[in-house]
């Protein structure tokens, strides 16, 4: 790692430690004016020391970055973040404060948080209050002030590790006993965190309620791992009916909501313990219902077709990420937040592990390291993606995603001879196509997956 003076090598060899639990107690808030100072704690003994911002206490997680230039309040409310400490790339942090309609979920997920710049105070027509503030109220412990391009430089060549944020008292403390305290933390390989992150209770977005005038176009199931706020909206604007359940929900309970398709969301963990989500969709393939899944959605189906999954050295985080669909070609520019990846051959059809499944391809692969970025059956009928089409905030390129998946639920519905949505179920007012803001010229079919062009 390039020397930096917010960067100090432990002193001494830490003592042996009890493990220490993920989370500290109750933080407590500090005025933004009267910064505590703070250290950045790695468990290879790198310390960077800064200053306290937002709450004011002890919080451990994987130390992990994220390289977009905006949107850190989506970021900072992304539950796939749960259990890590967000380190922006982007030196400036804070300006727009913060608002009440963008966040992405109910509450704030990341485990800590790390600025080199705190805007000193917001200045955009929606802030209702400052991030310092978001950050105090909802207990979360951050730094600021250290070279956030030095800790990135780090993590990009040893690797995404085991952090803690230490400020007010808790800084005070020997660095040998907080290195100790973040070595005994859990991996985040073999973590089981979608249930922790998803709702607890089942709830309906409505297409009448985001634009949508005309009849309801098909019904999706889709199961909250760690789901977007944005991403039901993206498919409301597009006719669908979205019923959200929890990450237990069994086949039985979306067999009875007789749905067109089925989604697996986004979400925090390793998909090798999602043994029960893996079980569900291999319930929804056999049922050869539609399937559409994103990033933790995504590893779960190749798990569920029998490849693995691995950990990457430092995980793609960020709204500027590369991928070719293979299909087509084209590049696009991505928003995503992983650090698992599925392990399969680029660049081959193949016949499924779990063969009666048929057979399967790669679909998009990042253009930075290679990493699969989404699958595709072609002879049943499902496809997934490993980065986020609800891109919130941007970019926009893979919002055509969204119309793929309602083009194959209705190419389902054709080939079985099943009734559309009823007008007396689904109409919300006069037929408007207003709710349409993607089109798809993907209509060539091959094997009951039209998702060919």
């Known amino acids: 790692m390039t020397a930096h003076p917010s960067a100090t090598p432990a002193q001494s060899s830490a003592p042996a430690a009890a493990p220490a639990p993920a989370q500290s107690p109750v933080a407590t808030q500090a005025p933004l004016q009267a910064a505590a100072p703070a250290l950045l704690v790695l468990e290879d003994g790198t310390v960077h020391r800064g200053a306290a911002y937002g709450a004011q206490g002890a919080r451990l997680g994987e130390a992990v970055f994220a390289t977009g230039m905006t949107g850190y309040q989506e970021t900072l409310t992304d539950p796939s973040y749960a259990r890590q400490i967000v380190v922006q790339t982007a030196p400036h942090i804070g300006n727009t404060g913060i608002n009440d309609e963008d966040a992405e979920s109910r509450r704030i997920w990341v485990a800590g948080y790390v600025v080199r710049d705190a805007a000193r105070r917001p200045s955009n027509w929606r802030s209702r209050r400052t991030l310092h503030e978001e950050l105090s109220a909802q207990e979360i412990i951050g730094i600021k002030d250290v070279d956030t391009r030095a800790i990135t430089r780090h993590l990009r060549s040893a690797g995404s590790m085991k952090a803690g944020i230490f400020s007010g008292d808790q800084a005070a403390r020997p660095i040998a006993e907080l290195i100790a305290e973040v070595k005994a933390q859990p991996s985040m390989a073999g973590a089981r965190l979608a249930e922790e992150v ?256």
């Open 198 to 453: 998803s709702t607890d209770t089942a709830y309906t977005v409505e297409p009448g309620d985001h634009g949508w005038g005309a009849e309801i176009v098909a019904t999706v199931a889709a199961i909250d791992l760690g789901i977007k706020t944005m991403t039901p909206v993206r498919m409301a604007e597009r006719g669908l009916r979205v019923h959200v359940l929890p990450a237990t929900s069994s086949f039985a309970e979306i067999e009875a909501l007789n749905p067109d398709g089925v989604f697996l969301s986004n979400g925090p963990g390793d998909p090798a313990t999602a043994a029960n989500q893996i079980g569900l969709l291999r319930e929804v393939l056999d049922a050869r219902t539609p399937f559409f899944g994103i990033c933790f959605g995504n590893q779960i189906l190749g798990r569920a077709l029998g490849f693995g999954t691995y950990k990457l050295p430092f995980g793609h985080r960020g709204i500027n990420q590369p991928v070719m669909d293979h299909a087509t070609g084209k590049v696009e520019i991505t928003s995503q937040n992983h650090g698992f990846a599925v392990d399969a051959p680029v660049g081959e059809v193949l016949t499924a592990p779990q063969d009666r499944f048929g057979r399967v391809e790669v679909s998009h692969s990042s253009l930075n390291d290679g990493v699969v970025e989404g699958l595709r059956c072609l002879d049943i009928p499902a496809f997934s993606v490993q980065y986020h089409p609800e891109a919130a905030a941007g970019p926009h390129d893979s919002a055509y995603l969204f119309d793929r998946f309602v083009e194959l639920m209705t190419d389902a519905r054709t080939k079985t001879g099943a009734d559309t949505v009823s007008a007396a179920d689904g109409a919300t007012g006069p037929a408007s196509t207003s709710g349409t803001t993607e089109t798809t010229t993907d209509t060539e079919t091959r094997g009951g997956n039209p998702l060919n062009a």
